[in-house]
């Protein structure tokens, strides 16, 4: 079981670029499948992108790929979500989850984070 705080999130203009982190203690972390997924006031949680335990798998949503790039530092214990061209439509609350296999369903994730906001003015 991992235990995973969120960090970095915050306000971009239309256009703009933040980066998201996620800390990772306990489990192994390097054999675990990791996630970041989004809610925007009034949507479901939604998949965002996920990465395989070694980084060499890569997946995102439609909706953000070409813009967002997963990444992870194992020997850091971190995953990254790279977010260049926001858009309004980006905003939300972003949440990393991890797994012990690569799927884009919610369900699959045993372990959270608590969030953190993303803001994208126009």
């Known amino acids: 079981q991992v235990q995973l705080v969120e960090s970095g999130g915050g306000l971009a203009q239309a256009g703009g670029s933040l980066r998201l982190s996620c800390a990772a203690s306990?489990?192994?972390?390097?054999?675990?499948?990791m996630a970041w997924f989004r809610q925007a006031p009034g949507t479901e949680r939604e998949f965002v992108a996920v990465i395989s335990g070694s980084g060499a798998y890569t997946g995102y949503a439609d909706s953000v790929k070409g813009r967002f790039t997963i990444s992870r530092d194992n020997n850091k214990l971190t995953v990254y979500l790279q977010m260049n061209s926001l858009n309004p439509e980006d905003t939300a609350v972003y949440y990393c989850?991890?797994?012990?296999?690569?799927?884009?369903?919610?369900?699959?994730?045993?372990?959270w984070g608590q969030g953190t906001q993303v803001t994208v003015s126009s």
């Open positions: 989850a991890a797994g012990n296999y690569i799927s884009r369903s919610q369900s699959a994730y045993p372990s």
């Open positions: 306990g489990g192994t972390f390097n054999t675990v499948v």
